[in-house]
């Protein structure tokens, strides 16, 4: 039987959980879903199979995306609310990750603290996923790298500048851009800088693929040379506590006309949702520059090539039956848009 990918690994809790190579075999992979070329794996790949979803935050784009993508595989994706699971409160994180375990072949969970998803890859026998996490976001940085990919070719040596707040999507960014070999500059206020550890982490990627990455304070000169300028929200949930002094610090950091004036070939990304009119406004947002529908649909892409590369096929060893064929196209429904040179 032939799988898709050569390297497994067994979570997906952190960007630092793919190598290099293992990111560009997953946008590979994503970019081949996208053109309608069915799974490598013969058949539906996930068929037989379960994925418990749980969310302990709000999803639109998550919860959709990966709901359709499970489906498209052939899987069943079961959605559970923080109301439903309690994890850490109801029972403890240990008894609901192997109660699920005897029930699923994968769990997403879109969590307020990383700690939680640490705690049940310490124990469970299956894949865990980030689906969002205080520290990190890794679906969505695969989806953005996948974006950028398309718009603008090979990655190496492009410039990709973060402005506003180095939060979870600015981490996971950091990581991605540095092992594609990208150059990634952070923009932020005074104190409100990305991860140390990450920072430190991304620099030591970046010595091998020759990325470059900074940090900085002046929004105007931080975006000048961009290719790509991304922001997000200014106050990520959990944070609502410091939004009085966020909203002092941050709107000199605002994607404006004026600001992406200074980097006028530059695309412009925001992973969603937005708050027009604060972090970005809506000129910008629905510009002719603007590729944020685009990183929207590319979460499905990724999330379905990610799944396929943890879930390690195993009809052989179960005897499950042969799969249903999936459709041959199973593409993307956006019109296209040429890619940036």
Known sequence: M???FAR????????ADLDPASIEETLEHAAALKAGRPPTTAG???AGRSVALIFEKPSLRTRVSFEV???RLGGQPISLHDSEIGLGVRES????TRTLERYVDAIVARVRDHSLLEQMAEVASIPIVNALSDVEHPCQALADALTLQEQLGDLRGRQLVFVGDGNNVAASLILVGASLGMN???VTPTGYEPDPSIVERAVLIGRGTGARIELMHDPVAGVRGADAVYTDVWTSMGHEAEQEARQRAFPPYALTASLMANAPDAIVMHCLPAHRGEEIDSEVLDGPR???LDQAENRLWVQMAVLQRLIRPRRATLGYPEPVQLPL???SRTTGRPARG
């Open 2 to 4: 032939t799988v898709p």
């Open 329 to 331: 196209a199973i593409g």
């Open 290 to 292: 603007s590729v944020v």
């Open 44 to 46: 539906a790949p996930l």
């Open 69 to 71: 993508g499970i489906s």
């Open 184 to 186: 990634v500059r952070a």
């Open 93 to 96: 994180v240990q008894d609901a």
């Open 8 to 15: 497994p690994v067994a979570h997906l809790l952190s960007m």
